[in-house]
Nanobody
């Protein structure tokens, strides 16, 4: 069973930065892709950023140029660097892993609040 543990959430003012971390219990190199999703109150969960085993990245339009997903295979950790944060980025952020056989794994989520 793959376990994903997120950290790094918190409260920040608009324009601020946060870095989320997701530590996996298995080698993330063995995963087909790793990603970050978020869910705001009353809204559906949405994919924010994804990084494949080959290193390709993709972002939802609303965060392009502000968020950066990266990974450290040696630490089995995926990061989401979030800069120029906006109030509309407020949500619970979830780490997601997709295995080579397309099993889906989720972390417990970490709250990000952007408010003045």
């Amino acid at each position: 069973q793959v376990q994903l543990v997120e950290s790094g959430g918190g409260s920040v003012q608009p324009g601020g930065s946060l870095r989320l971390s997701c530590v996996a219990s298995v080698s993330i190199f063995s995963m087909n892709a790793m990603g970050w999703h978020r869910q705001a109150p009353g809204k559906q969960r949405e994919l924010v950023a994804v990084i494949t085993s080959g290193g390709s990245t993709n972002y939802v339009d609303s965060v392009k140029g502000r968020f950066t997903i990266s990974r450290d295979n040696a630490k089995n950790t995926v990061y989401l660097q979030m800069d120029s944060l906006k109030p509309e980025d407020t949500a619970v952020y979830y780490c997601n892993g997709i295995s080579r056989v397309f099993s889906n794994y989720w972390g417990q989520g970490t709250q990000v609040t952007v408010s003045s």
